[in-house]
């Protein structure tokens, strides 16, 4: 059974701090993704990866970064967390073969 | 950029009720796809479904490419369909923009 495995469920973090989000896939796909979901907001696409060192910018990108050094994992990285950016965070990845897409179980940030 | 829009936002149903999940976007995509994100917060592709018609047990969905918008049924419903539903599209640049999700609660 393929998975998307994120490192933490729950995490709470001080303002200033910087932050590592980590996502690892086992399905040995090029596409990742990250998204953050927000009530009445839906998922928001925050930065995508299409392969190994590539990355693209997504709908919200301002105050995170991203890291793909392995094919299998993709870091988000919050530079220095703000009460903003508490949300939860999903990350995916997509078999571009059949457009599937796989979710990990989330990660709910809290910024305190 | 692309709006997806989704309705109704709340349903509340009875199990072995069906119902109709609606959602329309404003631009040509290249991708639909339907999400059920369960009460822990899992999110499961149900279907990619560009255009026409699929099937899957008790849920299938229908898309109308031509006139935007899709369609999500849910039959014989059950507790555990209970959920958050998301359409999300992509109009060809690899990204899927999610809709604000229709909310379903099926009680005993």
């Known amino acids: 059974d393929v998975k998307v495995t994120q490192s933490s469920r729950y995490l709470v973090k001080r303002t200033g701090e910087k932050v590592f989000l980590e996502c690892v896939q086992d399905m040995d796909h090029e596409n990742m993704f990250w998204y953050r979901q927000d009530p009445g907001l839906g998922l928001r696409l925050i930065y995508f990866s299409y392969d190994v060192k590539m990355k693209e910018k997504g709908d919200i990108p301002e105050g995170y970064s991203v890291s793909r050094e392995k094919k299998e994992r993709f870091s988000l990285i919050l530079e220095s967390a703000s009460t903003n950016q508490t949300s939860m965070y999903l990350c995916?990845?997509?078999?571009?073969?059949?457009?599937?897409?796989?979710f990990g179980s989330g990660t709910r940030l809290t910024v305190v | 950029g692309i709006q997806v829009e989704q309705s109704p936002p709340d349903l509340i149903l009875q199990e072995g009720a069906n119902s109709t999940l609606r959602c329309n976007f404003s631009d040509s995509v290249n991708n639909l796809q339907w999400f059920h994100q369960n009460p822990w917060g899992q999110l499961i592709n149900l279907f990619y479904?560009?255009?026409g018609t699929k099937q899957n047990g008790r849920l299938s969905a229908t898309t109308v490419a031509t006139e935007r918008y899709s369609l999500l049924y849910i039959s014989s419903s059950q507790t555990t369909d209970s959920g958050v539903y998301f359409c999300?599209?992509?109009?060809?640049?690899?990204?899927?923009?999610f809709g604000t999700g229709t909310r379903l609660l099926v009680s005993p």
């Open positions: 995916a990845s997509r078999d571009t073969t059949n457009y599937g897409y796989t």
């Open positions: 479904i560009p255009s």
């Open positions: 999300a599209v992509d109009t060809g640049f690899q990204k899927l923009v």
